[in-house]
């Protein structure tokens, strides 16, 4: 399609869009049950519009945004244990894990350097390995999470990093960090942490009594975290964070660019020019809602979660993978399980699908109401097939 050599009026530019854009799913029809991303907060969207033009990646121009960006990761350090860690607001966890190899690559100097992941990790460090020319072990997992024994036997000369999972991509279960810890201080290599799901619900459910096993700087291995603040931090896309324990751990992936406007500071994420509306808007939201109003949320998709579970047990013909840790459960179901998943999609649910199973994550935007409509649709359609 050409553009127009006229401009179209906003009448008919509401017309188009709203044609095109009404194909799109919607986070508010609460079917949207497999994503981890959810409606951002409506305060935060509106905060997000009024800064569009600020670019963090000219970060001399916009000292006010950058000191934004320094007192988030200040607050997300203390809530980690770690409030003296260096950090940024980047675009996802994929930035974050890609810039925790970049980081880890540059500053071991290692000739053939290796990298451990669980074999559940998310594909945005097999991305990472291929551009960075770094070679991945991937360790396998006993129920779900990493196993320490077969990873510790993997440590070589080569080794410079291992990865664990704070939320788990297929059903949100946490790597036991304690032990990653200490492989990773005694076999003297970095370890990071892949929250980008689990960082913004982890510690505030460990707050309100849940028994979780916690992932931080608290643990002395660990040198660096992401934390998506786009998923469970309800804040507007692209918005994500990562931490570093210490600054000499980014110091070689910092590339001076001397021509800004704003003076040379460098920086090391990936992408040059880019929103500083993402900061402004984060910040907004930690600092206006506050612990209490993300422990909220974290108890009610809890609720909403325990919820389902239940429900689901009491369902013949369905396996459930995981009793929930956090706000997601697996599950599959025992005839016909691919036809019953084809068709809840017709019904409209967008649900995830994994080769040994279905997600349901139960994000900010789903409520009780939304739950009971799925298992509604589950119950009819594992009835109508198992006939
Ligand atoms: N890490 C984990 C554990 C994830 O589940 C995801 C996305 O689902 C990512 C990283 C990548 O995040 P993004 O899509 O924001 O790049």
């Not at 991945?136 to 664990?164: H, Y």
Request: net charge positive.
């Amino acid at each position: 399609m050409l553009m127009n050599e006229y401009g179209l009026t906003k009448n008919e530019i509401s017309k188009k869009l709203n044609s095109l854009l009404s194909l799109d799913e919607t986070f508010t029809s609460g079917k949207i049950i497999g994503s981890m991303c959810t409606e951002p907060d409506s305060y935060s969207k509106y905060i997000y519009s009024k800064f569009l033009e600020k670019n963090i990646g000219d970060p001399g121009l916009f000292k006010g945004t950058l000191l934004l960006e320094k007192q988030i990761i200040h607050q997300l350090g203390k809530l980690l244990f770690y409030p003296r860690c260096s950090g940024f607001v980047v675009s996802g966890g994929t930035e974050a894990n890609i810039m925790s190899m970049w980081s880890a690559r540059n500053y071991s100097n290692q000739k053939h350097p290796e990298v451990l992941i669980p074999s559940h990790s998310h594909h945005s460090f097999d991305k990472a390995a291929d551009l960075l020319g770094i070679k991945l072990v991937k360790i396998p997992c006993l129920d779900g999470i990493v196993d320490c024994n077969s990873l510790e036997k993997r440590i070589n000369q080569n080794t410079i990093m291992i990865v664990g999972v704070a939320g788990t991509t297929p059903l949100g279960l946490i790597d036991p960090i304690p032990e990653l810890s200490d492989i990773a201080r005694d076999n003297s290599i970095l370890l990071h942490i892949d929250a980008s799901f689990g960082g913004f619900i982890i510690p505030f459910l460990k707050d309100s009594n849940y028994d979780l096993p916690l992932y931080s700087f608290k643990f002395p291995g660990v040198t660096s975290i992401s934390l998506d603040s786009h998923k469970m931090g309800s804040a507007p896309i692209p918005s994500s964070c990562i931490l570093f324990r210490n600054k000499n751990l980014i110091r070689d992936i910092k590339i001076n660019v001397g021509y800004l406007s704003g003076g040379n500071e460098p920086r090391p994420t990936l992408l040059g020019t880019s929103p500083g509306a993402s900061i402004i808007s984060l910040w907004t939201l930690l600092n206006f809602h506050g612990q209490l109003g993300y422990r909220k949320t974290a108890v009610r998709c809890m609720n909403n979660t325990n919820y389902l579970y239940n429900e689901l047990l009491k369902i013949p013909n369905i396996t459930i993978i995981n009793k929930p840790t956090l706000n997601i459960v697996g599950f599959k179901i025992n005839y016909n399980h691919r036809l019953i998943v084809k068709a809840l999609r017709q019904k409209g649910w967008s649900i995830s699908i994994f080769p040994t199973h279905i997600r349901f994550v139960s994000m900010p935007h789903i409520n009780r109401k939304h739950v009971d409509n799925f298992l509604k649709d589950l119950k009819i359609l594992i009835k109508n097939h198992s006939k």
